[in-house]
């Protein structure tokens, strides 16, 4: 032990790293019980349950996280090893990146859509805060080869339908799109590091940081108060509405996404226009989902429109994953 405490003196923390825990037979049993509705609706919308192994080689994983924004490279937080030939090895901090070469690999012959689901632990080598951890249960689905705006509407209403079998009354999903606020630097001239910061305080919520950082770049007031806005812009589909430029394209996505959700999934969304995620692989609407009972959010996904490209086979592809430790504290608190 590091601690150099006799080992009756040592805490909890003392015996296993930061960020992770036991989970002991009660809270097993309810974990369990929730794992067992997702799988049966995943099961009802034709999602075939698949396993890939923790350790990925690190080059492939590497390249497919940075596609979309080149500045954000290499494995995100990733553990790395190396195996007995030297290889560097990574453990998975995602399924999405190894769904997506099970796709193009296993199934180089089958015809899209391909549709798998998932039950496995992710790694992310981060320093632990309130609600992150190292080692995450997560749950999810990947549908390959339905591209937007079909695919899109799909895999939000499974991801509604299994939080509605999970037991959550009060959550929302907030849905953007990851091109939009790229896109408006660019037509604002603002690229390399400076659009890497802009981007990273939008991924953090640090509203105080990208008005700074704005400032800093002493934009024309028009440019700077429209990426203002965008970034604050979230509500119900009358968010959508009165717009032009890059802005019209994004939002008529969202707008035809919306219009094909069944009503039980479409009262769930709230869009959100400066909704950014840290994963490169993201080229299209993303989302978040949140509850009020729980303060961080419990599920993410996206359009990955690009990714299965990087391991030989073009296809267009969504998904998302939910938290489940994350689902069972908000369930928790919801019943309180």
Same mark, same amino acid.
């Given at each position: 032990?590091? @601690?150099?405490?006799?080992?009756? %003196?040592?805490?909890?923390? /003392?015996?296993? !790293? ?8 009660? %809270? ?8 067992? $509705? ?24 590497? +390249? ?18 190396? /195996? ?23 199934? #180089? ?5 391909? #549709? ?11 320093? !632990?805060? #309130?609600?992150? @951890? ?12 339905? !591209? ?12 509604? *339908? ?6 959550? $009354? @009060? ?5 953007? /799109? ?12 603002? *690229? ?26 002493? &934009?024309? +007031?028009? *440019? ?66 949140? /509850? ?23 296809? !267009?592809?969504?998904?998302?994953? &939910?938290?489940? %430790? ?11």
């Amino acid at each position: 032990m590091s @601690s150099g405490l006799p080992r009756s %003196e040592l805490s909890l923390a /003392d015996w296993i !790293p930061s960020g992770t825990r036991d989970v002991l037979p009660d %809270e097993m049993r309810e974990l369990r019980a929730l794992t067992d $509705r997702l799988r049966a609706v995943f099961e009802r919308a034709g999602y075939g349950e698949v396993y890939t192994p923790a350790l990925e080689y690190e080059s492939p994983s590497a +390249q497919a996280e940075g596609i979309a924004h080149p500045e954000w490279t290499g494995p995100r937080h990733a553990y790395r090893v190396f /195996d007995e030939q030297g290889a560097a090895l990574a453990l998975r901090s995602d399924m999405t990146i190894p769904i997506a070469r099970v796709a193009a690999t296993r199934y #180089r012959q089958t015809e899209p859509p391909l #549709r798998f689901c998932y039950f496995a632990h992710a790694y992310r080598a981060v320093r !632990p805060q #309130r609600g992150q @951890s190292r080692e995450l249960l997560q749950a999810g689905i990947e549908l390959v080869g339905a !591209p937007s705006p079909e695919g899109t509407a799909e895999v939000l209403t499974v991801l509604c *339908d299994a939080l509605d079998a999970a037991g959550l $009354r @009060s959550y929302r999903v907030g849905l953007g /799109d990851a091109s939009l606020y790229p896109a408006l630097l660019e037509t604002a001239g603002v *690229d390399g590091q400076v659009r890497e910061r802009i981007l990273g305080e939008l991924v953090a919520g640090n509203y105080v940081g990208l008005e700074r950082e704005l400032d800093a770049l002493g &934009l024309g +007031q028009e *440019d700077r108060s429209l990426l203002l806005a965008v970034a604050r812009t979230r509500g119900g589909p009358e968010v959508l509405e009165g717009h032009s430029g890059p802005l019209e394209e994004a939002v008529a996505g969202l707008r035809t996404v919306h219009s094909l959700l069944h009503p039980h999934a479409a009262e769930r969304i709230i869009f959100d226009l400066g909704l950014v995620r840290n994963l490169g692989y993201y080229t299209g609407a993303v989302f978040q989902v949140y /509850d009020p009972a729980h303060g961080v959010p419990i599920g993410q996904g996206g359009r990955y429109d690009q990714l299965l490209a990087r391991f030989g086979r073009p296809m !267009p592809a969504a998904g998302f994953a &939910l938290g489940l %430790e994350r689902v069972h504290i908000a369930l928790t608190g919801e019943e309180r």
